[in-house]
């Protein structure tokens, strides 16, 4: 029997209907909305793309974006001086820089001097602290979105196997974190992992992150597993792929997310919560969280 589609499209728009009436309540309460800057350094397509829907999406929920585009030649004291400035303006509550940053700036300086508060991405060192403390805190968008529809499709956690393939700190390492938070039993792999089948086979939950069309096969999957795929790999057509190879793996999963319309528009609207949670917490004054 095929899988049950895990549809993120129809979840992200009902959870950004949500968004929108908690937003104009936040609205109503403070007199302002929630804030949103977003920078971008230099002209990379696939980033100007990214910021541009993340601005229609704010703009969607009523959340006030700004966007700061500055040329590639910006030095990084410019950046950080922006950053600063950014932090310190009570209209602001959320702070992205889009990555990746020119190769002339340390793209760890500027998420280091991102406050905490602000981090929205939740990719700063005291936000990545708290997850893995499992204190209240900014969770990266992609995980929390992946998260979201799992609980969504009522697919147990607690005891099973989890495999996350990728490592990277914004997708593999903060969803193993988080899934062994809710009781999973985590195995995170990458490049070097050895017999990667055999790894997924034993698996109730497969997640992909790698970034490698089709990587994993109908026939790692044991039958009933749930399956995310995270990759999104533009094929010479046009078209894009998963790191999964669907029409094999659609026949054994018990669940899975399609590439497009799984993973993706649930992390913009993460991003959305993300900004609407950083608002909350500014208003509510300094907490443990906001420091
Ligand atoms: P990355 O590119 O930083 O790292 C890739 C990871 O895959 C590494 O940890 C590496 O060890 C692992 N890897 C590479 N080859 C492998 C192999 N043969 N076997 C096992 N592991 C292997 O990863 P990323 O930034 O997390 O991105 C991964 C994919 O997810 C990309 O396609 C990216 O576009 C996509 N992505 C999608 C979203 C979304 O919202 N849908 C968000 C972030 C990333």
Redesign the pocket.
């Known amino acids: 029997m095929a899988a049950t589609i895990l549809d993120g499209k129809a979840l992200a728009q009902a959870r950004r209907a949500q968004i929108q009436e908690e937003v104009a309540r936040f609205r109503a309460e403070t007199g302002i909305p929630p804030g949103l800057a977003v920078v971008l350094v230099g002209d990379d397509p696939a980033s100007r793309i990214y910021v541009r829907n993340k601005e229609r999406a704010c703009q969607a929920v009523g959340i006030a974006s700004e966007q700061h585009h500055l040329p590639s030649s910006t030095s990084q004291a410019q950046l950080l001086s922006l950053i600063d400035r950014l932090n310190r303006d009570p209209r602001i509550h959320g702070i992205l820089v889009q990555l990746p940053l020119p190769p002339h700036i340390d793209e760890r300086a500027v998420i280091e001097a991102i406050h905490p508060a602000k981090d929205v991405d939740g990719f700063h060192p005291a936000n990545v602290a708290r997850l893995v403390l499992n204190q209240e805190g900014l969770r990266p968008c ?1 995980p929390a979105g992946i998260l979201a529809l799992l609980d969504h499709a009522g697919v147990p956690l607690a005891g099973t196997e989890a495999v996350v ?4 700190n ?3 390492k903060p969803l193993a974190m988080m899934l062994l938070h809710r009781d999973a039993t985590v195995t995170l ?3 070097r ?1 050895r017999d ?1 089948a055999a790894v997924c086979r034993r698996a109730d939950l497969v997640v992909a ?4 069309a089709e ?1 994993i096969r109908g026939d790692w999957i044991k039958p009933g597993a749930a399956v995310i795929d ?4 533009r094929q010479p057509d046009g078209s894009l792929k998963g ?1 999964v190879a669907f029409d094999e793996a659609v026949q054994v999963a018990g669940a899975i997310t399609p590439v497009p319309g799984g ?2 528009p649930m ?1 913009i609207t993460m991003l959305l919560e993300n900004t609407l949670q950083a608002a909350r917490q500014l208003a509510a004054g300094p907490s443990e969280a906001t420091r």
């Open positions: 992609t393939v990728g490592r990277s914004i997708v593999g792999c990458h490049s992992t990667l992150a790698v970034g490698r990587l995270v990759g999104i790999n790191d993973v993706g992390t």
